[in-house]
């Protein structure tokens, strides 16, 4: 009798070491289906190595002793991973057509420009840390962690009042312990080989590959709040090529963010862009080499104008408890409706202006004509 009991429990305790073994090497979205299958892979899942290994494998920078404390802090891997693997979707884009965008007033009071100042006191810059890992071609190249938000200290600092922006690389460069260097692609990790940027302006080969195999992961974190959310759109939403300068490629990623009761337009995009710039053509004598020069992150509303720093900080608290999702393709619909809307809404207001242009013209020759008849 005691022979068997020990063989079922022996027998129960290899099940489970074959399972462990089995779903340590699936991804977050296999291991999470696969826990719905049965009791045994259920338990087994909520095991937070599994997460660990999940989040580390997606996001390098998780693999870091400070991050995974952080991650530890407000909840752990699994509660982590459900946050940020979805992405974040506004579907109230539509709401917000030319027709119902609320006008701002002429003459703000203080209060009402900067938002509710009580709401904004419990809020502070180094309460967020963003998270950042770059891919290409699913090897990764580059993994940064910001603590804090940089310039930003004193409540009355230019920060508050100036448009909002986090650029990762200028900060990391002013900083003396970092030794992680330059970023860097070259036809080792898949780029094309190109002999000179005449003949990449006629094909754009280098541009397609750079669009088609770059992806990008910003996640925010509120350590007071204990939230999390990734604002990046994965996948490139647009970009520029040879701009400003003939070598240089900006790509541009991010999503639609709820701004509800703190701007007019309602909704703001945020935009991730990163710049790369060609340091080596295969016509020097060397493998086609580009070099990282930008990594940022600024708020827009409607119109493109810039969200200061006070109305930022606001909207990216509302951002980390905002409707996410696992389907790309209504992440894309809701960057892309934002395009519509917001160029619908610069056609609308270019016709406004050329109608008062006119109406101006108008008043202006009439006056004339009726001034000449006075005067005759």
Known sequence: MATSVASVESTASLSTDLFYDILRRLDGPTL???????????????????????CSSMWPSTSREDVKSLIASIG?????????????????????????????????????Y???MDEFETISPSDFVSIVDIRYKDKAICSKVLWGIPNANGFNG???NCPFRIDILT???????DGEGEVTLSVSDG????????????DGKLWKELRDGLRLSWIVVNKKMKQAANLASWSPLGGQRHWPTDKDFVIR?????????????????CILSMK????????????????????????????????NGRNSLLILKEALSCHRSKNYSEVLESCHLYSKVQSELKEEKMRSESRLDRLCILSGIAAFITFCYCIL
């Open 253 to 269: 990623f991010g999503s639609v963010l709820p701004a509800k009761d703190i701007l007019p337009c309602q909704v703001v995009e």
């Open 76 to 112: 752990g891997f699994r509660k982590f991973y459900a946050d940020c693997f979805p992405l974040i979707v506004n579907k109230e884009v539509s709401e917000y057509h030319w027709n119902k965008y609320l006008e701002y007033p002429e003459e703000w009071t203080e209060a009402e």
């Open 171 to 177: 900060t990391y460069a002013a900083r003396d312990d």
């Open 158 to 160: 230019w920060f508050y």
């Open 114 to 116: 900067y938002g509710d």
């Open 276 to 307: 790369f710039r060609v340091v080596h053509t295969e016509e020097e004598g060397v493998q086609t080499t580009l070099k990282l020069t930008e990594l940022s992150m600024q708020l827009e509303d409607m119109e493109g104008a810039h969200v």
């Open 191 to 202: 780029l094309p080989p190109i002999f000179s940027m005449e003949k990449e302006r006629k």
């Open 32 to 54: 999470a289906t696969a826990a719905c299958t049965c009791a045994a892979f259920c338990s087994i899942s909520r095991e937070e190595r599994l997460w660990e290994n999940v």
